[in-house]
């Protein structure tokens, strides 16, 4: 299949620049060396505890972060390149649909006017044609023609949310990145808005990377999954495989920790958590300090992302010394 997204070590570190008076100021490394691979016409999760990176890594792929080092390839082309030299071309390709509908849209403009936008700056559309394409847009997210000529702040969150989606259409781009597109919205609009992302996905043949900390959701809606800890992937395998068998300790950790409908408790650690510090990351796995199975080598090397078995003929990979095999160890203590 064709890879329609791909990054090979994208790193971004904050901070970090020399002082006026020498010496440097602290950096926060908030994405490390991540290497994804998107198929086209898939959907990929992304997965991990708040501030694990997945926002910092999303904002990259769509060009609205510049990466400290690493490559990003849309569809063969090196977008950080594509990126620099003309924005236009890389927003063209790809999109992106925001956390907090109503934020994202300006207050000051019509439905209209921010629907209009890409197709002008970005398609050089004319009149006639924004108009067709405004009136196919507000077809495909089931909203009325007449919320056209409305503002954001008359809308409810679901309707933002499909006005947002229909703005990532505008430009006909082909890969949509959703940034946790409906934790801010009630459960019940949370399925219609899943539903309605799923039908334009097969009707415009779209490739979807979906950020979320809702394992629920995601296994719900993507093909594979990608899971996140402190900046760096650290699984990656089909939905399937990776809820049914993970075999990070934290992808274990996560899955047990997750509210499951009919179960008797959530699981989680025993202790508090020791969190690793951005400031100074640890040399070998970061979740060493939270990991039963850790051992000297866990500590002071850190493991590379590579093929475990998998229950399935679908590549499972994992950056752990020590993965899990047991049959099921989302299930184990």
């Not at 990003?72 to 907090?100: K, S």
Request: charged share 25%; aromatic share 6%; glycine share 8%.
């Amino acid at each position: 299949m064709t890879i329609a997204v791909e990054a090979k070590g994208l790193t971004r570190v904050f901070g970090g620049g020399r002082k006026l008076f020498g010496g440097r100021h602290p950096a926060v490394h908030a994405v490390q060396s991540a290497d994804l691979a998107v198929q086209e016409g898939e959907t990929l999760g992304v997965v991990g505890e708040s501030g694990c990176g997945k926002s910092t890594l999303a904002r990259m792929l769509v060009g609205l972060d510049r990466p400290t080092a690493g490559t990003i390839r849309l569809e063969g082309r090196d977008a950080t390149q594509v990126a620099g030299r003309d924005p236009r071309a890389l927003a063209r390709h790809i999109q992106y649909v925001f956390q907090d509908p109503v934020a994202s849209l300006n207050p000051r403009k019509t439905i209209r006017q921010t629907l209009e936008a890409p197709m002008r700056r970005l398609l050089g559309l004319d009149a006639t044609a924004r108009e067709e394409r405004l009136a196919e847009l507000m077809r495909v997210v089931s909203l009325r023609q007449e919320f056209l000529e409305r503002y954001p702040h008359e809308f409810s969150g679901g309707q933002a949310q499909r006005i947002g989606i229909a703005r990532a259409l505008a430009a006909d781009a082909r890969v949509i990145v959703l940034d946790e597109p409906v934790s801010a919205l009630d459960v019940s609009v949370q399925a219609q808005v899943l539903n309605l992302l799923d039908r334009l996905k097969q009707e415009f043949g779209l490739t979807y990377i979906f950020i979320s900390h809702d394992l629920s959701v995601i296994e719900s809606v993507c093909d594979r999954v990608a899971v996140m800890y402190f900046g760096r992937i650290v699984e990656v395998g089909s939905a399937r495989d990776l809820y049914a068998h993970p075999r990070h300790p934290y992808t274990a950790l996560l899955m047990r920790s997750a509210p499951t409908p009919g179960a008797r408790r959530i699981e989680a650690e025993e202790k508090p958590a020791e969190l690793p510090d951005p400031l100074n990351p640890p040399p070998g796995c970061a979740f060493a300090s939270r990991c039963p199975r850790a051992a000297a080598k866990c500590r002071d090397e850190r493991p590379p992302l590579t093929v475990v078995d998998a229950p399935s003929d679908d590549t499972q990979r994992a950056a752990c010394w020590y993965p899990l095999v047991e049959d099921n160890p989302a299930d184990s203590t």
